[in-house]
């Protein structure tokens, strides 16, 4: 089955410079890498995805890149802000729906 | 709001009680799902349900019992848990398994068993 590996555990950035979360997947199938972000007493919620077909994906300050050579995607938010600070979840599915999770990065913003 | 909503949002119960956790979503999403969360570890499936059927146990013990009435409503019963069972339970749905889109989690059930 699928595996994937999320790094780092913990990231702390100063406010206003840029995160870099890395995924990896096992699974040649998979063609669907959500990111979810998880608040403090909330679920997780989807922030960006992207599909096998497309290398880049960008919204606002976040951007997820995808390497299905290599089985690499990544999370990249810029111009960091307190409020980014949460547990980000990376994912990958195949065509039957099933999502695989990373462990999760905590991600410290410090003002 | 997400569009899924999880009640109790805290739960503290013994070995021996017995109690359900339950899951609702309004989205017209066919799917259901159970995940547990725990501590520094990844999410964990336990039981996914599409279109009221479930298709997938992963390995649960019995003393977790899914139940899907129709596909917004979606519980998890629970009897003679263990301490170690303790744990952030999420629900989530989406539009169905096959079409290999995104989940809607819920805030989750905080467990406490003691």
């Given at each position: 089955g699928e595996n994937v590996e999320q790094h780092p555990s913990t990231l702390s950035v100063q406010e206003g410079d840029s995160a870099v979360i890395k995924c990896t997947y096992s699974d040649?199938?998979?063609n669907y890498f959500p990111w979810y972000k998880q608040e403090l007493g909330k679920g997780p919620q989807l922030i960006i995805d992207i599909r096998s077909n497309v290398g880049e994906k960008k919204d606002q300050r976040i951007a997820v890149t995808l390497n299905k050579t290599a089985k690499h995607f990544s999370l990249h938010i810029t111009e960091t802000q307190p409020e980014d600070s949460a547990v980000y979840f990376c994912a990958a599915g195949d065509s039957w729906g099933k999502l695989q999770f990373g462990a999760g990065t905590q991600v410290v913003v410090t003002p | 709001e997400t569009g899924v909503t999880q009640t109790p949002r805290h739960l503290v119960m013994g070995m021996t009680n017995k109690k359900s956790l339950k899951c609702e979503q309004h989205l017209g999403h066919n799917a259901m799902y159970w995940y547990k969360q725990s501590a520094k570890k990844p999410l964990e499936l336990m039981f996914v349900y599409n279109f009221k059927e479930q298709?997938?146990?992963?390995?649960?013990?019995?003393?977790f019992s899914p139940e899907c009435p129709n596909s917004s409503h979606l519980f998890l019963h629970l009897h003679t848990?263990?301490?170690?069972?303790?744990a952030l339970y999420l629900c989530a749905s989406s539009q169905d398994t096959g079409q290999g889109g995104g989940y809607t989690f819920g805030s989750g059930t905080r467990l406490t068993v003691v």
């Open positions: 040649s199938a998979s | 298709t997938e146990n992963n390995s649960v013990p019995s003393r848990l263990q301490p170690e069972d303790s």
